[in-house]
C-alpha cells in the first residue's frame, strides 16, 4: 500500500493510484521476485526534515530525502521522507520541473530500498541513469 502523507506543506498534485502503479513497475522491472508492501511517502518543509535528519542520522544539515528501511525478505516497505523545499530549490538549480525533480527523488527513495547506494562517483552515475530512466516510466 502506497500512503502520501503531508507535514507543514501543501498537498501535492501527484496521485497515489498513479504512484503505486509507478513504484510497481520499477520493481517488476528491477527485480520481479519482490514486491511492494507499505511504502509511506511523508511530504514535509525543511525544518521538520532536518530535524529528522539530526535525530535520527545525526547530521545537522539541510536533506531532500530520508529513506527509513523497514523491508522484510522480499516485501520492500518503508517511510520516505521528503522536502518539498529542497525539491523546489534544486529544480530551480537543475532547471527542470518541480514535479519531474519529485519524482527523481521518490524513485531515488526507492532505489535505496532495492540496494543501490550512491557514495562513490561509480554509485552516483549508476543511480542518476536509474532515476533517468524510471521518471519515463510514469505518465
Not at 54 to 67: A, E, G, M, Q, V
Not at 70 to 76: G, L
Not at 89 to 98: L, P, W
Not at 128 to 134: F, S
Request: proline share 1%; charged share 30%; hydrophobic share 40%.
Amino acid at each position: 500500500m502506497i500512503l502520501l502523507e503531508y507535514i507543514d506543506t501543501n498537498e501535492l498534485t501527484i496521485q497515489k493510484k498513479d504512484v503505486a502503479l509507478w513504484l510497481k513497475n520499477v520493481l517488476l522491472k528491477e527485480d520481479p521476485k519482490k514486491k511492494l508492501g507499505d511504502i509511506t511517502y511523508v511530504f514535509c518543509n525543511d525544518k521538520y526534515l532536518k530535524e529528522k535528519n539530526k535525530t535520527f542520522l545525526n547530521h545537522n544539515c539541510l536533506t531532500d530525502i530520508i529513506t527509513f528501511d523497514y523491508s522484510e525478505k522480499n516485501i520492500i516497505s518503508a517511510d520516505i521522507f521528503i522536502s518539498v523545499d529542497r525539491v523546489l530549490d534544486n529544480s530551480k538549480i537543475y532547471k527542470v520541473e518541480f514535479l519531474c525533480e519529485l519524482k527523481r527523488v521518490m524513485i531515488h527513495g526507492l532505489l535505496h530500498l532495492l540496494g543501490y547506494n550512491d557514495k562513490s562517483t561509480k554509485e552516483k552515475q549508476e543511480m542518476r541513469k536509474k532515476e533517468d530512466l524510471y521518471i519515463a516510466f510514469f505518465s
